[in-house]
């Protein structure tokens, strides 16, 4: 009666923090996978819950449980140093691994290094690791081993972004500044004072100014210039979205509709980019517990400024969810599967 | 040009949690004090502010270093273990102490072990700590060496029951109900997940249920049994603030005006406890930093139905602002100097 | 390829409210419907969105619309006296009606106006319309007219209390007291200073106590008298949500597991009612945004007493979840379909 | 036993709205005022409260009755359209008017029109009304008989980019961009759907984007082009506090701390503005309830980028503290009376 003849089964290692909860729940809306609970560390952590829920198949996070399981992709949705760890023993087994940490998502290890303050401990796997914005990289998604599914701020900014710059319509002299906020989820589920309650309600902070480890994401995928390229990450009073209010300059654009028709030739077939008519911009309900990435602009054109306004949910399409999208390529599932 | 020719020396210990903080700022606004930081662990935090600001006196929180620098009261805003461990030393160099933890609230040995779990560490100052509610013990505070500053709970319950307990007229057969709720901040500053923002944002929860370790205070000062008190304590996604509906069963009462009379006698000279018309009733805006104890109800005639509603802002007068009124007692200054 | 081999054309009216826009997004992943826009007043408010999104079906709310366009049913999300003007209209085209308002819900005319403070104006079907609540009365609903989908406050109060006074295991003497709090969204979407969020952020607040239009509707149901049972409305600084805290006192209970088996008898087969092993009890978070009641108790032995915790999604379960539950029963679809 | 010999009678209209309000509160603690509510039309409106409270002293809002009640100064804390019909009766009667709104801070008639998209109907006080920012214009407020008191948005931005506009070290070839975040009470009293708390809540949205009517205040006041100057307002969910965010390029600045010599010289007597060392930023919770402005900056030497970022409490320093910092200068109090 499933519309699939054959379930694939996955893995999800760190399925106890946020993007990992989000995982467990877009994934139980997918009728083509059965899913397992990757214990990591020996967590003694309970949730209390109703009586009688159904327990999901919990095996240790080794490839060789998940060999034994036969899984056919293992999401790891752990921190970077975490995911060093784990990624080739699954890889070395034939398993396909979708990680959600920044620890395969640059190419160059120096950058690396620089950004993230500290050495890459499995540099041997950023060569093949294929950045996973199906947007821009659909066909080397499908056939990827190591998928390294993008940050949260750098999917809201490249979709954004990147059409301007290949149509090379943005003053670039004038520098693009991108101004985001972001829901507190994204800094993970473990308590700081940082994310404590107290700390973040009533409260707006900026962090991290001009030095986020997101940056390099960005202009590696965008192909801009440090100098070039201005981000300040803010923390909202919410628990979740991301939304980004992109300034540029533009030059030679007589109408507001030049730029949403670059945007349209882009995204045309793309099912998870929405975008608004000129002088209306996305707020974070339009986008809140979907996979989407809304963008809209208001543009004036006797200064040439263009301000764009991307917003995403940080946990869907800027995680979990684009992680789903990414397993639908890799397991040639429809890619709205479970998304939509 | 000072109203207050001397200057009386405070300190306070444990001034980085939300207690101690507000106890800084109250103090702050307060022409008779002259305050001290009392630093009780190597802490290294820095909490990054203006330039310039003028830095507070800092001492190490021990009774040589308050003898030294002459102070005529220490504030213990620190945890019971904390508080027992420190309060005796300084009492006994003749130095006031004002503690804010549970520590000296209880006179039964038993009792506090029995619902605080561990055994009492300083059971010889029980005797003399004088329980800090001015309302109904203000004579015995005014000559107080140790005064045990009351529970945030407690006060919002003791302020509107103990009235109508002393008149005589709940139909205690029927019990009463305080079903109470309280912001986040009333937990403390040390981060924990159950304070996490992502885990309080868009919620609601009880917790310690018919078990709170601040029910025994209740039943001690309006003398009530523990089967006749039920009573939940509930988490509030906000920072701060106590509003607690409480259900009685009255008898032989006409009118609700009866019921005002019995408050307006008890509290006519009370500058901070105040009464609303019957059928009106108090939110937490009305309270909010502020040191006002707020009461409120509706009754019902027929059935005798009496609900209140008490609300206070749990780090004012139901911690800082109460130890602030208790201190202006024990040095005689005007009860309500830096608190309206 | 769709499961189902014919599609039921179902209307909303009232679609701009949050119950209405919360019906739409459950029934769009429904795949047995088919949606119309029912527009009931010339509204001209136009939410921005994103450019190309599929326009839903659109027509007048009159029963000749809703004839030439062969709905099965409609869903009145509207305020009482506009549900009251057109429920007999579509019934009379033999089209069936689901009533989101407090309408139909009272089978005692006399009730309604006491409690409503005007008039019913549509008494003649006050015979017909059966009460929505599935768990209690599913054979009914099926055949049904006319339902009248319970109140946010009724559902969580009825399906925690009604199984122990079926059970008569409840001291009634002792009054069985509901304290409830709401997010802001059960207010509807009219805007008004009350619901500013102004005035609700930071704030929690009782309204209503005693006197709050829902009570009859649980007296009606859990075959209470009006003297038993205390209600109080309370309104929390989040969106979507209701909790209760019930206290009662029962008799002759040796075990928390005796009162569990109650439960567990009553609701075994049910697929949204969720128990907790006793001791433990639900927060919002736990059924938000799904259509489960979760009810979790605490109870000592010694006095009896029982403090329940009843947690739904006031837009859900409490409102479109629950609507749609009916329509699954009354045109015949798995009871669960687009609600899981 | 007054500090002041003499009080001023002051007089409020509007001092039911979020600026009023806090007026009334900062007055209260003001020892050299005797206050007056000005009622403008006949509202209805009974906030319930404590009884007892002591009532303020209710007079209309006309010239006549201030006079009789020999007033010296009245705050318009009432939509620009009121202050203009109100203000010149006052001034007639040589009462000084304080001026919260739009009405007066703009010296030109046809940008008044263009961005308010309504004439002005008080044009002859154009040319007498002093705009009240302390810090630029503080002998002029001394004697001015009208002041036009900042806009919220305006002050944290003028406080942050004026110093450095004047010492001519920003390349302004690469304009300045305010990215602007507000709390909901910036938006007034009056319900409204945007401000609804279901609509604000877990939500950030932009608005007025390059049209917000508070550009022109700032372009008046720091003396930049309107092509310079990018300027986005958003909606925060909180109720109080301003925080911009502010990008610029400088020319020939080695060292961060030039430019903080640059805040240092011009602010340095300056009580109500509070500088960070460079690298270091305010977040909201550091000004909340207070009239500072704090400003910090983090500065890439490189790319001789500069990001600003600029807090106030839009209710204090952006409404009713910046007033009663002007009424202090007007009336000959210190300039921090009943302000720190």
Not at 108 to 125: G, I, N, Q, S, V
Request: glycine share 6%; net charge negative.
């Amino acid at each position: 009666m499933n519309k699939y003849s054959k379930l694939h089964r996955v893995g999800v290692v760190g399925f106890r923090g946020y993007s990992g909860a989000e995982l467990l729940r877009l994934l139980g809306h997918h009728p083509g996978v059965d899913i397992f609970l990757l214990e990591h560390r020996s967590e003694t952590e309970r949730r209390h819950g109703p009586l009688g829920a159904q327990p999901k198949k919990s095996i240790p996070a080794t490839a060789e449980a998940a060999v034994r399981e036969k899984l056919s992709v293992v999401f790891l949705a752990t921190p970077a140093e975490v995911s060093m760890e784990l990624a080739s023993a699954f890889l070395d087994k034939g398993i396909k691994v979708i990680d959600l940490s920044g620890a395969f998502r640059l190419n160059d290890l120096d950058t690396y290094a620089r950004w993230h303050h500290e050495p890459h401990t499995a540099p041997e796997l950023l060569g093949e690791a294929v950045y996973g914005l199906p947007e821009f990289n659909r066909e080397a998604i499908r056939t990827a081993r190591l998928v390294a599914n993008p940050g949260c701020y750098p999917t809201a900014a490249n979709l954004a972004i990147r059409p301007l710059v290949e149509a090379e319509v943005i003053d670039r002299s004038r520098g693009i500044v991108c101004d985001a906020k972001s829901g507190v989820s994204g800094a993970g589920r473990k308590p700081t004072l940082k994310t404590s309650f107290c700390e973040v309600t009533d409260n707006f902070s900026a962090y991290s100014i001009l030095k986020h480890r997101h940056v390099p994401e960005v202009l590696q995928t965008s192909v801009i210039g440090e100098r070039e390229f201005t981000f300040v990450a803010q923390l909202l009073p919410i628990d979740r979205g991301i939304l980004e209010t992109i300034h540029i300059r533009v030059q030679r654009i007589k109408q507001a509709v030049e730029l949403l028709a670059i945007y349209e030739d882009r995204y045309e077939n793309e099912p998870f980019v929405r975008l608004y008519a000129p002088g209306s911009v996305p707020d974070l309900h339009a986008v809140s517990r979907t996979n989407f990435c809304d963008i809209g602009f208001v543009f004036d054109v006797d200064s040439q400024r263009v301000v764009i306004v991307s917003a995403i949910d940080n946990l869907v399409k800027g995680a979990a969810g684009q992680a789903v999208q990414n397993m639908n390529l890799m397991l040639d599932f429809p890619e709205t599967e479970a998304l939509l």
